[in-house]
């Protein structure tokens, strides 16, 4: 249900953080992607993992929480 926009927050398990990362989501190519500000990269990029590998690939993520602007 989540639609290109949503602001997606990636959760964490560690003690007194809530959140460690943000993005909005896009599809691409009938994939979920996050847009989001890259450490590695520097810049805003669309990513090129899906919005669940990514979370999966992140050791510290816990899950997400997902917010629609009105």
């Not at 979920?32 to 890259?38: P, Q």
Request: net charge neutral.
């Amino acid at each position: 249900k989540i639609k290109d926009g949503d602001i997606i927050a990636i959760t964490t398990h560690i003690d007194g953080l809530d959140v460690i990362h943000t993005g909005i989501a896009i599809r691409k190519d009938g994939q979920l992607k996050l847009l989001h500000a890259s450490s590695a990269e520097k810049e805003v990029v669309i990513s090129s993992l899906t919005l669940s590998e990514y979370v999966q690939n992140s050791r510290n993520a816990s899950g997400i929480m997902v917010a629609r602007p009105l």
